[in-house]
């Protein structure tokens, strides 16, 4: 309401001024002339006051729905009264420098693709264009098994699966929910992905879909290969993401407990954005399984913090001692030894050793067969009070799927990784 009678307000303003414009016309030429000039329309005004009285009229009546309309608005919305009356609006928009060196040519839907976005974390790469909830136009493609360093993959339309899900949508201007399509075939896919410290990916990307889908993307791409987000050499606390705050935590406990010795488990699915979190954690700190409850805090100053966090920073880490001396020696000694022996507990992994020592096993990557012939991947999660096997797999995005699986109707157990 408080829009229509501004908008007809000054409606009813400007009507007034193209009359007085008018009037000052069919005066003269002259006066016509000088009415564009604003003080010479003021003095027209006074010279011919019984001709331009009419449109100075029409003028003044706008002023009274344009008041109005200000004053609903301020009563409202204070904050966008004082946006519109400080012209902000008027200057133009700055471009905030693109995080993701993407350069991508093409088309998707048949309309250009500029993607500002780009992740490829626990094996589903997604090219996203627009900043809103729902994205301007999005490719998504899962991959079968998560990757971990260079990354170089093939696929032709002849190939037999299994193949990479390869999804597509966009949103229109009309539309309130994106429009969608998948294809887990017929499709030419060429991606050579490098490691960019400190976690980048940067490579070739090419995606050509069947016709009716009017999608061909080609060029290079950026990604990150995880959600912490860095600023001058150090992880930016002020991002939200379960991975800022999985650093924020495993910072914490190494400074509490003296010791770089912490392995933190996943952590519960977080509600992200929040100016706070209470969190129960589980680690292994020293090799001894701890549970603690954690309460973050998020400050514009400090990002996000424990809650009376005043321990102080660990020592550096030792140098690495020179080649030749005894030291030296001594370790590569023990290395040589550790890796003529290395520890894969795939081996001899079974069902029955995962329910006497789960904590062996503690957030590996497992798939589960069951009797009725459905499978379910994820990592341990532990075994619950009721001996349940439970398997948490992370989706696209920020989303969570937990698995609760009974032994008695698992048929195969798989550990995907040593």
Not at 127 to 147: N, T
Not at 176 to 188: F, I, M
Request: glycine share 6%; hydrophobic share 45%.
């Amino acid at each position: 309401m408080d829009a229509l009678l501004i908008l007809g307000g000054l409606l009813l303003i400007l009507a007034g001024l193209v009359w007085l414009v008018m009037r000052a016309f069919s005066t003269s030429l002259l006066w016509g002339c000088a009415s564009l000039l604003p003080p010479l329309t003021l003095f027209y005004v006074l010279r011919h006051w019984r001709s331009a009285r009419q449109a100075v009229g029409l003028s003044a009546l706008g002023f009274i729905p344009l008041i109005v309309g200000l004053t609903l608005l301020a009563s409202q919305d204070s904050q966008r009264l004082a946006a519109i009356l400080s012209l902000q609006w008027l200057k133009p928009e700055v471009q905030a420098p693109a995080e993701l060196a993407i350069e991508l040519h093409g088309e998707l839907n048949g309309q250009p693709f500029a993607p500002q976005q780009g992740e490829l974390i626990d094996g589903v790469l997604s090219l996203r264009e627009g900043q809103d909830f729902f994205a301007r136009r999005e490719v998504v493609i899962r991959l079968p098994q998560p990757v971990s360093g260079a990354l170089r993959l093939d696929v032709l339309p002849g190939d037999a699966q299994p193949l990479p899900e390869v999804e597509v949508s966009w949103l229109l201007p009309e539309q309130e929910l994106p429009e969608a399509r998948r294809l887990s075939h017929g499709y030419t896919l060429h991606l050579n992905l490098q490691p960019l410290a400190p976690n980048k990916l940067v490579g070739d990307f090419h995606l050509v879909l069947p016709p009716q889908f009017k999608t061909t993307l080609s060029g290079k791409v950026e990604l990150f290969s995880d959600g912490l987000r860095y600023r001058d050499g150090r992880v930016d606390r002020h991002v939200d993401s379960p991975d800022t705050v999985a650093h924020v935590i495993e910072d914490y406990l190494q400074r509490r407990f003296a010791t770089r010795a912490v392995q933190l488990s996943e952590l519960p699915v977080l509600a992200l954005p929040a100016e706070s979190l209470d969190v129960q954690v589980q680690a292994r700190i020293n090799g001894q399984l701890q549970r603690l409850p954690i309460l973050l805090e998020k400050s514009d100053a400090r990002g996000w913090t424990v809650h009376a966090d005043r321990f102080p920073a660990l020592a550096a880490v030792p140098s690495v001692p020179l080649a030749g001396s005894p030291v030296a020696a001594t370790a590569s000694a023990e290395s040589s030894e550790r890796q003529s022996r290395p520890l894969d507990r795939r081996l001899r992994f079974s069902l029955e050793g995962l329910l006497r020592s789960p904590s062996r096993y503690q957030n590996l990557s497992m798939r589960v067969s069951t009797e009725r012939g459905s499978s379910a991947e994820g990592r341990f999660q532990g075994i619950d009070p009721e001996g349940r096997i439970i398997l948490r797999q992370r989706m696209s995005g920020q989303g969570m799927v937990s698995y609760t699986l009974r032994p008695e109707e698992v048929s195969k157990i798989e550990l995907l990784e040593p």
